[in-house]
């Protein structure tokens, strides 16, 4: 018996207005020109097919917008467009294309937008469990912040412990963004990583320095552990490393949503 092939979906991602960032890596650049840049707002078309206003060359163009950039791996929608986003299912109509060995992307002049997706596709297939931590993440941060107040010099030497296990498997800055890159996850990680240091820095704004910096390093490996939780699963080791990713071994361990 043959085996079923998974559909592929495409999805394009905006800004919360629902128009179309710039193609190139310059946005920031462009943001003083925003108004002169053509743009699409996908919001508008949901339902029917749209042409790209000022097409570029195929595939490559320098241009602030040249194309619409379809994702086939929505784990990478972020890395062009910031968090918040909105996320939207659609079909690359006419010649497609890429460049630079990005398979992931589908490059078009003109597309059909199906439906808006949810936002949590942009972190891949844990995007729930993502979204769902980042929310938890304040109260997390306070609660823990409030076990270094009530026993700092325990609390110290447990994170001391925990963090020195994080430093020698490289759980953080290895094993995390390997498995993000070869799940097509990076920008996933990268944003994730972001938001939930900015929780951090939020949440417990007047603790000490070194408290905060072990509450963020926490937080931060957390969100890695759950976004990632899938990918680092194989074998004792990486289930240690996993283990720490969650936070075993520190005070009240997160339980992780199926």
């Not at 996320?87 to 199906?114: A, D, F, K, M």
């Not at 297939?125 to 700092?152: I, K, N, S, Y």
């Not at 010099?153 to 800055?173: F, N, P, V």
């Not at 603790?207 to 490996?221: G, H, K, V, W």
Request: net charge negative; hydrophobic share 40%.
């Amino acid at each position: 018996m043959a085996r079923s092939t998974r559909p592929v979906v495409h999805y394009l991602a905006t800004r919360p207005d629902g128009t179309v960032p710039p193609t190139t890596g310059h946005a920031n650049e462009c943001a003083n020109t925003a108004a002169d840049i053509p743009t699409v707002n996908i919001a508008d078309h949901v339902g029917g097919i749209v042409d790209h206003p000022t097409p570029g060359r195929p595939w490559y163009d320098e241009s602030p917008f040249s194309y619409f950039r379809t994702y086939t791996r929505p784990g990478e929608l972020l890395e062009r467009v910031e968090w918040p986003a909105r996320l939207w299912v659609v079909e690359p109509l006419g010649q497609t294309g890429t460049w630079g060995g990005y398979s992931y992307w589908v490059l078009c002049h003109r597309l059909r937008v199906i439906e808006e997706a949810e936002p949590r596709h942009a972190f891949g297939h844990r995007g729930a469990q993502v979204l769902a931590t980042l929310a938890e993440l304040p109260t997390l941060a306070r609660q823990w912040a409030g076990e270094w107040a009530a026993d700092p010099e325990h609390t110290r030497r447990t994170y001391d412990a925990w963090t020195q296990r994080i430093t020698k498997t490289h759980a953080l800055d290895w094993w995390a963004p390997c498995r993000a890159q070869y799940s097509r996850r990076e920008a996933a990680l990268t944003t994730a990583d972001q938001l939930a240091a900015t929780a951090v820095d939020q949440a417990v704004a007047d603790a000490a320095p070194e408290t905060a910096d072990a509450i963020r390093l926490r937080a931060r490996c957390l969100i890695a552990g759950q976004l990632m939780h899938d990918r680092i699963r194989n074998g004792d080791y990486e289930k240690e490393v996993r283990a720490l990713l969650l936070g075993v071994g520190l005070e009240t361990p997160v339980p992780v949503p199926a």
